[in-house]
């Protein structure tokens, strides 16, 4: 059982270019979510998914795009990086009801 | 907003107990309390949660006062492997989770 996988661990990206994070979890969770983790700081929330084909914004969106297909995948999309994007990206899955998330190890990205 | 108040940074010996506080005087009733850590820069690891009851599980135990307001997290025996940032989360049915600063546990040889 993999549980949370994110891809890739590591990233780095010029201003500009735009990038997908991936995120795959195979223990068939409803709840898909991102959060970002800036230096110091605890994680903070930027989109979050109850359902394929359903999508909701967290506290920071701007800047980046989600979609939900299937239940499996929920990939991260920066359309054009810049460098206040630079974070430790943490995507995370957990079932309905009061029950905790597992989160994948993160994706270290660089904006230069 | 997090919603729970945590000290900063705490120390503990290696060996003794670890009791972590949290603050959160204003929890509903349906509001669970839950607890994760992050060691290092990897992805948060969850602990334990409970909603009145005290709670324990292989890793800790989890004591919440009776007006819930409060709750301490208890590494029984700490090792070195413990340290990290702890958070203490508040969450109900259908809520992200809603991460605050923590609090950075140094266990100490």
């Known amino acids: 059982n993999a549980g949370v996988t994110q891809t890739p661990k590591f990233q780095v990206l010029k201003t500009g270019q735009s990038m997908t994070l991936q995120c795959a979890q195979d223990m068939n969770h409803e709840y898909m979510s991102w959060y970002r983790q800036d230096p110091g700081m605890g994680l903070r929330l930027i989109h979050y998914?109850?359902?394929?084909?359903?999508?909701d914004q967290g506290e920071v969106p701007n800047g980046y795009n989600v979609s939900r297909s299937t239940t499996e995948d929920f990939p991260l999309r920066l359309l054009s990086a810049a460098p206040s994007q630079t974070s430790v990206y943490f995507c995370?899955?957990?079932?309905?009801?009061?029950?905790?998330?597992?989160f994948g190890q993160g994706t270290r990205l660089t904006v230069v | 907003d997090a919603k729970t108040t945590q000290p900063p940074s705490m120390d503990c010996a290696e060996g003794r107990a670890a009791n972590l506080p949290c603050n959160h005087s204003?929890?509903?009733?349906?509001?669970?309390v839950y607890w994760y850590r992050q060691i290092h820069s990897q992805g948060p690891q969850y602990i334990i949660h409970?909603?009145?009851n005290n709670e324990t599980n292989e890793m800790a135990s989890l004591i919440i006062t009776e007006d819930r307001k409060s709750s301490t997290l208890i590494l029984p025996h700490a090792t070195l492997r413990d340290t990290a940032v702890y958070y203490c989360?508040?969450?109900?049915?259908?809520?992200?989770?809603?991460f605050g600063p923590g609090t950075r546990l140094s266990v100490l040889p």
């Open positions: 204003t929890i509903s009733g349906n509001e669970y």
């Open positions: 995370a899955s957990n079932i309905k009801g009061h029950r905790e998330a597992f």
């Open positions: 989360i508040r969450k109900n049915y259908g809520q992200n989770f809603v």
């Open positions: 409970g909603l009145k």
């Open positions: 998914s109850v359902g394929a084909g359903i999508t």
